[in-house]
């Protein structure tokens, strides 16, 4: 995977904010470049998911361009220097040599100090909790369910029974990116109401993030081990990540549903949820980003043969009693 160091230690340093903090949230405020290293590493996981192209590949065009402006750019600062006619000729005493020392002296200092940075970090690729990249949770102790399916499809719906009938604990990804939102002092506040608006992924280290969060605290108050995972993962980087990082999911419990239905589901909801997305324009760019985006996450899993897939679109006691029926099968004495 084509990471940079500096990456790495972005990541390694909002895991380890993350996981000092309160449960659930994003705890303290980050400077602006963890900022923009969200979207950074988006750029590099893609570049992974495309079978690493981006460290074989060249230099930028515009990174060779320098490379070959550097000549011209001499000759013309030289130029001025060889004299013209009336440039006294130089004389070698007047040369001074001590901003040469103070120049390698500083270079040298430098030199050290980089090197004793680098011995004090923790050995690179590793994410979450500062140790190898093996997940922080084994699936012989966790079970993990991605619950999928459109917006409006009726996961959270189909979530809470089954909450109630097997005591699952019920992550909704959506729910804990709102509860980051709107908690005083995030930085991340303004990015995910823009996103959710929009009907666009929130950067994956801060959906995991909190997800792993809400797991450990999870575990710690309730010694709950069962997670149905609401909405998430959404983007095929979030779902390598997390698999690496967290905990590698059972399954993909996925709710299919009509687009035509899913809208009027979410348009009836809109008039009470007082949810910023419930509008027909939200909808609209939720519906595109599912399609082009979450889709193959669903289909990636289908592969896999890690799907188990519910029609939607019957009464909400037809669609629990399917679920249960198939979640039986596949799971047996894990349901
Ligand atoms: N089978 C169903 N038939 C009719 N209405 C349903 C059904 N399941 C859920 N609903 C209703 O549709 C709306 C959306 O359901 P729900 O919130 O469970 O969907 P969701 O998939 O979790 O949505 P989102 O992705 O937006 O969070 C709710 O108002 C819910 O009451
Ligand atoms: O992994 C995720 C999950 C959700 N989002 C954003 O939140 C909204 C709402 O999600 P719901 O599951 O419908 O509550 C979604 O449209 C995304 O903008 C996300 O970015 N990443």
């Known amino acids: 995977m084509a990471t940079t160091a500096s990456g790495r230690q972005a990541w390694r340093q909002l895991m380890r904010n993350t996981s000092r903090g309160p449960a659930s949230s994003l705890s303290k405020p980050q400077p602006q470049q963890q900022y923009r290293f969200a979207f950074s590493r988006q750029v590099s996981s893609k570049a992974r998911v495309a079978s690493g192209r981006a460290a074989s590949q060249p230099p930028s065009s515009i990174f060779r361009q320098q490379q070959q402006q550097q000549p011209f750019a001499q000759r013309s600062y030289s130029s001025g220097s060889q004299g013209g006619k009336n440039t006294p000729p130089r004389n070698s005493q007047q040369v001074k040599f001590w901003p040469f020392v103070v120049v390698i002296a500083l270079g040298s200092g430098g030199y050290v100090l980089l090197v004793n940075r680098r011995k004090e970090m923790p050995p690179t690729d590793t994410a979450s909790s500062g140790g190898s990249s093996t997940p922080a949770f084994s699936p012989a102790e966790v079970t993990v369910l991605f619950v999928l399916g459109g917006p409006g499809a009726g996961k959270g719906t189909q979530c809470s029974r089954?909450?109630?009938?097997?005591?699952?604990?019920?992550?909704?990804a959506g729910d804990l990116l709102r509860a980051e939102q709107d908690r005083p002092g995030s930085q991340y506040g303004q990015l995910i109401r823009d996103c959710?608006?929009?009907?666009?992924?929130?950067?994956?280290?801060?959906?995991?993030?909190?997800?792993?969060?809400?797991?450990?605290?999870?575990?710690?108050?309730?010694?709950?081990?069962?997670?149905?995972?609401?909405?998430?993962?959404r983007k095929m980087d979030q779902a390598l990540k997390f698999e690496e990082i967290v905990c590698p999911a059972r399954?993909?419990?996925?709710?299919?549903c009509p687009e035509a239905e899913m809208e009027r589901r979410l348009l009836e909801r809109g008039k009470t949820s007082g949810r910023a997305d419930d509008n027909a324009e939200s909808i609209r760019k939720r519906f595109r980003t599912f399609v082009e985006t979450s889709m193959p996450v669903v289909d990636a899993y289908d592969r896999e043969g890690r799907v188990v897939k519910v029609d939607a679109t019957a009464t909400p006691d037809q669609v629990y009693a399917a679920t249960v029926d198939k979640l039986k099968k596949a799971l047996g004495d894990k349901l």
């Open 162 to 172: 089954l909450v109630r009938d097997y005591h699952f604990k019920h992550l909704s």
């Open 196 to 233: 959710i608006k929009n009907g666009e992924i929130v950067p994956m280290e801060v959906t995991v993030a909190l997800l792993e969060n809400a797991m450990r605290e999870t575990i710690a108050s309730t010694g709950v081990r069962k997670f149905l995972i609401d909405g998430f993962p």
């Open 251 to 256: 399954l993909v419990l996925f709710y299919d």
